[in-house]
């Protein structure tokens, strides 16, 4: 079945499930409709939509010079008012950061992530971002920051 280029706002409802079940290809293919939708305003809103599912399959197709260059042009098309997308940008960040290896690096941006997510309230970005820092503490040695990290993780299950 062909993709239909006539309802464009259902790709961030479709494109998130194509990445999950790792259809890149797929998922690039709906990429490529959505940048040329003929209403300009429409474009322009989906353009950072575009990028950052551009990072994250970059991301898991172990590309990290791909990955940041399509954060940061995600960043770049970002609209102003749009928080619940600028999560998602940084969520790219932290993945494409992670790629690199540094624990102390990929802590700082995920840091800068955290009150982003909150924002946009992200439950599932905050919970994964807490079992992140505590991953990285185990990697650190710290095994009580790591603990206290997993420990608040686990308190969002308890929040509902």
């Known amino acids: 079945m062909k993709p239909r280029a006539t309802r464009p706002l259902l790709f961030p ?9 790792e259809e890149y290809d797929k998922a690039e293919k709906y990429l490529q409709i959505v940048e040329t939708a003929e209403n300009e305003a429409l474009r322009t809103k989906l353009m950072c939509l575009v990028w950052t ?3 994250i399959i970059a991301a898991a197709r172990c590309q990290p ?4 260059e399509y954060s940061h042009k995600a960043m770049a098309s970002l609209l102003p008012d749009d928080i619940k997308q600028r999560a998602v940008v940084m969520q790219s960040r932290v993945r494409f950061t992670g790629l690199h290896g540094d624990t102390k690096e990929i ?3 995920l840091r800068e992530a955290l009150p ?5 309230d992200h439950v599932i970005f905050q919970v994964w971002g807490k079992i992140l820092l505590g ?7 710290r095994l009580r920051e ?6 608040g993780a686990q308190q969002f299950d308890e929040l509902e």
Do not use: C, H, M
């Not at 982003?116 to 946009?120: G, M, N, S, T």
């Open 146 to 151: 790591s603990a206290e990290e997993l420990e």
């Open 13 to 21: 409802f479709y494109i998130p499930t194509l990445i999950y079940n």
């Open 116 to 120: 982003a997510y909150r924002e946009a």
């Open 53 to 55: 599912t551009r990072s």
């Open 107 to 109: 802590e700082k941006v």
């Open 65 to 68: 010079e791909k990955a940041e």
């Open 135 to 141: 991953l990285l503490r185990l990697l650190q040695g």
